[in-house]
Nanobody, 121 residues
Framework: QVEVVESGGGLVQPGGSLRLSCTFS????????MAWFRQIPGKQRDLVAS???????FLTHSVEGRFTISMDKATNTMYFQMNNLKPEDTAVYFC???????????????WGQGTQVTVSS
């Protein structure tokens, strides 16, 4: 059983900053990958950033230089620092992780509940 707690988000003016966090807890073997997705109403959920357990990072082009993804392995928490936010960053942000329950088993995906980020003056 894996519990996912996502926090952060809110309303911010253009150019402002927000920090999202997502903690995975419960009984499992290993978190292989953590990621942030975002979704606009009526659109598909898109990958924004990801980080692997060995530190490999992906950032979609539109957020490079503005957003930073990081992972605290000790607490199984992922952070998403979002700076210089733009109106086009407005979306519901979802955290995701691929987690192996036991050594050698196929990792499964787990989602956070989503948090609204609104960038508007």
């Amino acid at each position: 059983q894996v519990e996912v707690v996502e926090s952060g988000g809110g309303l911010v003016q253009p150019g402002g900053s927000l920090r999202l966090s997502c903690t995975f807890s419960g009984s499992f073997f290993k978190i292989y990958t953590m990621a942030w997705f975002r979704q606009i109403p009526g659109k598909q959920r898109d990958l924004v950033a990801s980080i692997t357990d060995d530190g490999r990072i992906f950032l979609t082009h539109s957020v490079e230089g503005r957003f930073t993804i990081s992972m605290d392995k000790a607490t199984n928490t992922m952070y998403f620092q979002m700076n210089n936010l733009k109106p086009e960053d407005t979306a519901v942000y979802f955290c995701n992780a691929r987690i192996g329950a036991l050594p050698g088993t196929t990792p499964e995906g787990y989602w956070g509940q989503g948090t609204q980020v609104t960038v508007s003056s």
